[in-house]
């Protein structure tokens, strides 16, 4: 590091804004990601032992992969660089390999490069990194807030360990923030502040596990807070909503608000009301609750209250469960908008819900139930092949002797559903004939 990368650091830590004033510089300092630095876990006794391989960090904004980066800075005996994928070119690359190569060669110090936003480096420039990450002359950290299955090479993925860092709980987060406020050298214990923990939950909530988000506004409602006589500057809610431009919704995600907007949201889509379906999709949403949650619910609903009436309807929704890994939040609400429009709008059938319910019933009372001879897989000489026959159809027994008469699939009038009447209707008259 030069005199001038020095002294901006320098600058940071001085003038810089609170996130990156307060940023970690040890593990133990480090809050969350137990899962991938806890202790004992390989990255963390790689880091510790200064025996790192290539690898990829990946995650949401403001959940330490950076941070991780700068705490490995500081631990390595390499030589660390650090870039940023949009500045970077093919030829910064080849030059950065190049030197580390030599530095390898001549001095026996391996050199860690660091890429900031690797999903911004295009397949060319990412090719470039190949022989020299293959071979160990250049140890390759890269920071992707994308899915690196899809944003980065198949073979530098192969090369490296690939770890995925989390957003923060909310528990997490005030932490963080209790931190900051007495962090008399780093952070904002020189001010004599008293803050609402309604105030510091919310700025949690609202942040999304991003500790930057947070921090940038907590900072924010202390500074423009103005002193009382005493001194003290009191940060209330309002102060927090105003800071983090959001204001709070009242919704307990481990309590009623959950499970009644869940409910309601569910209600909304079964009984056809496209409006509530919306509202409270949207409630649900800038609360803070999971939208992989949610899209489970939808893909069920898809299934259960919509079935056969419109057998898209699973498409969709499946479809928009996929979207939110992939693109994930804020974005991911119009997929989720979508899905749920969809079964609102859509007929509704509950006949696989039903039907599915009905057969396992039977199956629990039944005593034997043993498979009609001609379906058994070692008796296929006795079993007649539809395709073979007139309409792709021959009639012949599929259920149990016990159960010959029984009809589990009830099917409704509704949507495509509808239609299958008409040809399950023919097949029970093929039948009789």
Known sequence: MDLFSHLGEEAKQTNGPLAARLRPRTLDEFVGQKHIIGKDTLLRRAIEADQLTSLI?????????????????????????KAHAVGTG?????QIAKSAISRLAMENVRTILFIDEIHRLNRAQQDVLLPDVEDGGLILIGAT???????????????????????????????????????????LGNFQCKIEEEALTHLAQKSGGDTRH?????????????????????????????????KRIRYDKKGDGHYDSISAFIKSMRGSDPDATLYYLAKMLLAGEDPKFIARRILIQA??????????????ASAAAHAVEYIGMPEARIPLAEAALYLATA??????????NEAMEIVKKEYDGE??????????????????????FVEQQYLPMEHKHKQIYQP???GYEGKLIEHLNWIKGKKKG
């Open 57 to 81: 960090l990946h995650g949401p904004p403001g959940t330490g992969k950076t941070t991780l980066a700068e705490i490995i800075a500081n631990r390595t005996n390499a030589v660390f660089v």
């Open 90 to 94: 093919a030829n910064d690359i080849k």
């Open 145 to 187: 807030t994308e899915n690196p299955s899809y944003e980065v090479n198949t073979a530098l993925l192969s090369r490296s360990l690939v770890f995925e860092l989390k957003p923060l709980t909310d528990l997490e987060v005030i932490s963080i923030l209790k931190r900051a406020l007495e962090d008399k050298q780093r952070g």
């Open 214 to 246: 947070a921090l940038n506004a907590l900072e924010l409602a202390v500074t423009t807070t103005r002193p009382n006589n005493e001194g003290i500057r009191h940060v209330t809610l309002a102060v927090a909503e105003e800071s983090i431009q959001q």
């Open 303 to 316: 299934a259960e209250d919509v079935g056969l009436a419109d057998p898209r309807a699973l498409m969709v």
């Open 347 to 356: 007929p509704k059938s509950n006949s696989a819900y039903k039907g599915i």
């Open 371 to 392: 498979v009609p001879a001609h379906l058994q897989n070692h008796k296929q000489e006795k079993y007649k092949y539809p395709h073979d026959y007139e309409n792709h």
């Open 412 to 414: 409704s009038s509704m």
